[in-house]
């Protein structure tokens, strides 16, 4: 057989796959995540989870051949200090992506649970490395809470075989990464630079971590006790996620931009952290925490209702660029 016949084809999907925004396995996570939790919501036994997940696979997969067709793309990519931090995404979509296969596959499913925990940990190994030997104030992005908080999501997804130890560890390492981080996160977007125009979608993620961290926490063993912090942690989820709402149509606006994908998985968890806060509390005997409860499924109902929009929103918007450029996921 004459393989050489084969090179141009060859040479031309590695081209194309070059040119897929790493961003874009962002818009798969929170397509994915978007599908998990109207399955929650709606007590739909994981028929729209699967479905959202069979939707975002495209894009995730389209990011994940990118890098395998020029492994010097990722080595790039991971010493970028903006780029750097968005690649654990990948492995964050892969999880979800593995807690819709437990349906189906169970073995397989923990197989990939496992590499995308490793293949995550190894990641943020690689960014914290260069990070460390280039630290720049002016460097730090919202984007920078996904290394070291994003493997929380292995908690959310995680296989019954999971060891409950490496899930409280997880857990707690995203939050004690979370308390360090926010009041430097936050001075430097105060006191800072205003993020260049292109990166200014990134600003969404500070929504993220505070409610990643909670909606992990809560898929935990937890005593009476947790109540009171648990509460804490979610006003401050909230008052970010708040702050994100009043500067979507900014963050949207303009011509397209692959960060607007970073919007999107932000305002999901968000939603689903207090649709799992709403359950645990409607399980306490104080009355007033029941009472609470039924407030935070409201809150988590509206938050999904955004959430659905921006989603829809942001893949209209990917769809239309990927139809104007021809791109790989189009054919």
């Known amino acids: 057989m004459n393989y050489s ?11 194309r796959l070059s040119t897929v925004p790493t ?23 994981g028929k729209v989870q699967l479905a959202a997940a069979l939707l975002a696979l495209p894009l995730l997969l389209a990011v994940v051949l990118k890098f395998l067709s020029a492994p010097r793309l990722l080595q790039q990519e991971l010493a970028h200090p903006v780029a750097g931090s968005l690649l654990p995404v990948i492995c964050m979509a892969t999880l979800v992506q593995s807690a819709a296969l437990q349906q189906i596959a169970a073995a397989p499913a923990t197989a990939l649970w496992w590499l995308a925990l490793i293949a995550h940990l190894s990641l943020l190994a690689g960014f914290v490395r260069h990070r460390l030997a280039h630290f720049a104030l002016t460097d730090l992005v919202p984007a920078w809470f ?3 908080i994003g493997f929380v999501v292995a ?12 899930l409280q560890t997880l857990a707690g390492a995203g939050l004690l990464a979370y308390l360090l981080m926010l009041p430097l996160m936050l ?19 500070l929504a993220a971590p505070g409610s990643l961290t909670l909606s992990g926490l809560l ?6 006790a947790s109540t009171p912090a648990l509460l804490l942690l979610s006003g401050v989820a909230l008052l970010l996620t708040l702050r994100v709402w009043w500067q979507l149509p900014k963050l949207l606006s303009g011509s397209f931009n692959p960060a607007f994908a970073a919007c999107t ?16 509390l409607a399980q306490q005997t ?12 409201g809150l988590a109902q509206l938050e999904f209702a955004v959430a659905l929009g921006v989603c829809g929103y942001v893949l209209a918007r990917y769809l239309r660029q990927l139809w104007r450029c021809g791109n790989l996921l189009l054919g």
């Not at 961003?23 to 036994?45: H, N, T």
């Not at 998985?265 to 645990?280: D, Q």
């Open 286 to 297: 104080d009355p007033l925490l029941q009472q609470l409860a039924q407030w935070q499924l």
């Open 146 to 148: 996904i290394p070291p």
């Open 187 to 205: 001075y430097r977007l105060r006191r800072g630079s205003p993020l260049p125009t292109p990166q200014r979608p990134l600003l969404a993620i």
């Open 265 to 280: 998985f932000p305002l999901v968890i968000s939603a689903t952290a207090l649709l799992k806060l709403s359950g645990y």
């Open 219 to 224: 898929c935990l063993p937890l005593t009476a």
């Open 5 to 15: 016949a084969f090179s141009p084809q060859v040479t031309r999907l590695t081209t």
């Open 155 to 166: 908690v959310l997804s995680a296989p019954a075989s999971a060891p409950l130890w490496l």
């Open 23 to 45: 961003a874009a396995a962002g818009l798969a996570l929170g397509l994915a995540s978007l599908g998990w939790c109207a399955d929650q919501l709606f007590q739909q036994q």
